[in-house]
């Protein structure tokens, strides 16, 4: 297979064993990759990293020790906002001081559909053989919620895997053709019309914020192509070809708001998160719950994705003196408040609920997290044979150092299967057939989900040192749909 290949070599005074205590310290001065930040260096242990080559980082993205050799040598898997592999070589000089080699790999596909995500190059996944059906998978590789998107990817790779071993569909193999919209609309716009030049392009599934569904969805009715639409998120106008799982603000608050007031006794609660259209839905339908069982809104306030700077939001809760507060920031942004947030010291005194909060989220935010609630349709502590045998074959898939499932990445992985059972159904891939067939269709993964997708009940979890603890399970307010 061919692959791009980048390397570097330095010669630096400090002695190989020194440098090697310096991986990961975020130390930027002995450059890029000593300039990330790691917890530990050990193999799965996170890092978070930036490939200096212009926009093909876009933003800090993430990797994680494959394998190191103390003093001599770290091999890293490159997960976001592409894939690959980092090697470092530490090689003792006879003088003194180190020869240190940097060696990054990335395959041919993964480098052409960067190059495919900025213009720069054509897209070799369009030329898809006559014998395949294309698959278009819309996510978020890089940008606020790119921490969700490598698992993303794996697991629609995965649940593509599994279809095709099974006879694919309709006697054609599936292929996944995969775009990343970066955190961001606009550029989502770019990933979709892309999606919807894939000669047969049978279905896109989506799984990024509602900001950017609000500019794609139009486009996928106008391809006259159906779009599954994955993550947790409002309601909005219905059409035939957009087809909607996860879960609806309501379903995640109206049985985890009243119990989180019953285990803490408060009554006032401060409402946050970014400004776009999903955060200001839950907090229109955290408003209403909180009416309901008689709390009281002490205030609210939403800041642009991307924000660096939360300390206006956290004054703000703070000079409220509220019990809780309904935290509703995407991917990095979610890490950034919840650390600071955390190191204000106001977690011990205010409890947390956060509609993003998955597993993926609670590796980055480590002990800054601990005590938050959520209430999804997935999380990895799931004690069903169903589960357990999904996360093994993940692992046997993707390797023991592959990131973590999340619920976002969980359900692309139901949203696929039940596209190809509604397929299988409905006769045909076309509109028409996936429509009538997911009438009937089911999967039975994971999640509890019924026909159609739609979830039948949802998880109450908190975050604790060693992940998410299921606590409870809640019926959903209402279908998916």
Same mark, same amino acid.
């Given at each position: 297979?061919?692959?791009?290949?980048?390397?570097?070599? $330095?010669?630096?005074?400090?002695?190989?064993?020194?440098?090697?205590?310096?991986?990961?310290?975020?130390?930027?001065?002995?450059?890029?990759?000593? #300039?990330?930040?790691?917890?530990?260096?050990?193999?799965?242990?996170?890092?978070?990293?930036?490939?200096?080559?212009?926009?093909?980082?876009?933003?800090?993205?993430?990797?994680?020790?494959?394998?190191?050799?103390?003093?001599?040598? /770290?091999?890293? %898997?490159?997960?976001?906002?592409? &894939?690959?592999?980092?090697?470092?070589?530490?090689?003792?000089? =006879?003088?003194?001081?180190?020869?240190?080699?940097?060696?990054?790999? +990335?395959?041919?596909?993964?480098?052409?559909?960067?190059?495919?995500?900025?213009?720069?190059?054509?897209? $070799?996944?369009?030329?898809?053989?006559?014998?395949? /059906?294309?698959?278009?998978?819309?996510? =978020?590789?890089?940008?606020?919620?790119? +921490?969700?998107?490598?698992?993303?990817?794996?697991?629609?790779?995965?649940?593509?895997?599994? %279809?095709?071993?099974?006879?694919?569909?309709?006697?054609? @193999?599936?292929?996944?053709?995969?775009?990343?919209?970066?955190?961001?609309?606009? %550029?989502?716009?770019?990933?979709?019309?892309?999606?919807?030049?894939?000669?047969?392009?049978?279905?896109? +599934?989506?799984?990024?914020?509602?900001?950017?569904?609000?500019?794609?969805?139009?486009?996928?009715? &106008?391809?006259? +192509?159906?779009?599954?639409?994955?993550?947790?998120?409002?309601?909005?106008?219905?059409?035939?070809?957009?087809?909607?799982?996860?879960?609806?603000?309501?379903?995640?608050?109206?049985?985890?708001?009243?119990?989180?007031?019953?285990?803490?006794?408060? *009554?006032?609660?401060?409402?946050?998160?970014?400004?776009?259209?999903?955060?200001?839905?839950?907090?229109?339908?955290?408003?209403?719950?909180?009416?309901?069982?008689?709390?009281?809104?002490?205030?609210?306030?939403?800041?642009?994705?991307?924000?660096?700077?939360?300390?206006?939001?956290?004054?703000?809760?703070?000079?409220?003196?509220? @019990?809780?507060?309904?935290?509703?920031?995407?991917?990095?942004?979610?890490?950034?408040?919840?650390?600071?947030?955390?190191?204000?010291?106001?977690?011990?005194?205010?409890?947390?609920?956060?509609?993003?909060?998955?597993?993926?989220?609670?590796?980055?935010?480590?002990? =800054? #997290?601990?005590? /938050?609630?959520?209430?999804?349709?997935?999380?990895?502590?799931?004690? *069903?044979?169903?589960?357990?045998?999904?996360?093994?074959?993940?692992?046997?898939?993707?390797?023991?150092?592959?990131?973590?499932?999340?619920? $976002?990445?969980?359900?692309?992985?139901?949203?696929?299967?039940?596209?190809?059972?509604?397929?299988?159904?409905?006769?045909?891939?076309?509109?028409?057939?996936?429509?009538?067939?997911?009438?009937?269709?089911?999967?039975?993964?994971?999640?509890?989900?019924?026909?159609?997708? =739609?979830?039948?009940?949802?998880?109450?979890?908190?975050?604790?040192?060693?992940?998410?603890?299921?606590?409870?399970?809640?019926?959903?307010?209402?279908?998916?749909?």
């Amino acid at each position: 297979m061919a692959e791009l290949v980048l390397s570097s070599e $330095a010669r630096l005074e400090a002695r190989p064993s020194d440098l090697f205590a310096l991986f990961g310290s975020g130390d930027p001065s002995l450059g890029w990759l000593f #300039g990330s930040e790691a917890n530990a260096l050990r193999p799965g242990a996170l890092v978070r990293l930036s490939l200096p080559i212009g926009d093909l980082a876009r933003a800090p993205g993430t990797a994680r020790i494959l394998r190191c050799k103390p003093g001599r040598r /770290i091999d890293l %898997v490159h997960e976001s906002p592409w &894939a690959g592999r980092v090697v470092c070589l530490l090689d003792p000089l =006879s003088g003194g001081g180190t020869r240190l080699r940097i060696r990054v790999t +990335i395959d041919d596909r993964e480098f052409l559909r960067l190059g495919a995500d900025f213009g720069l190059l054509c897209d $070799a996944d369009a030329d898809v053989d006559a014998w395949e /059906i294309p698959l278009g998978l819309l996510t =978020s590789l890089s940008g606020s919620a790119g +921490i969700l998107g490598r698992s993303t990817v794996n697991c629609a790779q995965l649940a593509v895997d599994e %279809v095709n071993i099974d006879g694919g569909v309709m006697g054609r @193999d599936v292929r996944l053709v995969v775009a990343d919209d970066a955190t961001d609309p606009g %550029v989502g716009a770019v990933a979709m019309r892309r999606l919807c030049r894939v000669s047969g392009m049978a279905a896109v +599934i989506g799984m990024h914020s509602s900001a950017t569904y609000a500019v794609t969805s139009p486009m996928a009715i &106008a391809n006259g +192509i159906p779009y599954l639409y994955t993550p947790t998120s409002e309601a909005t106008a219905r059409h035939p070809l957009l087809i909607r799982f996860g879960e609806r603000p309501q379903d995640q608050l109206h049985r985890a708001l009243p119990l989180m007031a019953k285990t803490t006794g408060g *009554t006032r609660w401060f409402l946050t998160g970014n400004d776009y259209s999903w955060p200001r839905a839950i907090g229109t339908a955290a408003r209403d719950v909180i009416e309901r069982m008689g709390g009281t809104v002490t205030g609210e306030g939403y800041v642009p994705l991307g924000t660096q700077d939360f300390a206006p939001v956290i004054s703000a809760i703070d000079e409220c003196g509220t @019990d809780h507060v309904v935290s509703s920031f995407v991917g990095q942004d979610h890490v950034r408040f919840e650390c600071d947030f955390s190191e204000s010291g106001l977690r011990g005194a205010t409890r947390t609920f956060a509609p993003l909060m998955d597993d993926a989220v609670v590796e980055h935010l480590g002990p =800054s #997290g601990v005590g /938050i609630w959520n209430a999804l349709g997935y999380f990895v502590a799931m004690d *069903t044979t169903e589960n357990h045998e999904f996360l093994r074959r993940y692992e046997d898939r993707f390797g023991q150092c592959a990131p973590p499932v999340s619920a $976002a990445a969980e359900g692309v992985y139901e949203a696929i299967h039940t596209w190809a059972s509604a397929c299988r159904s409905g006769g045909g891939t076309e509109p028409s057939a996936l429509l009538g067939g997911l009438r009937t269709a089911g999967f039975r993964g994971p999640r509890r989900c019924g026909r159609g997708g =739609s979830l039948e009940s949802l998880l109450l979890g908190e975050a604790t040192p060693s992940g998410i603890k299921v606590l409870d399970e809640l019926p959903a307010a209402s279908p998916s749909g």
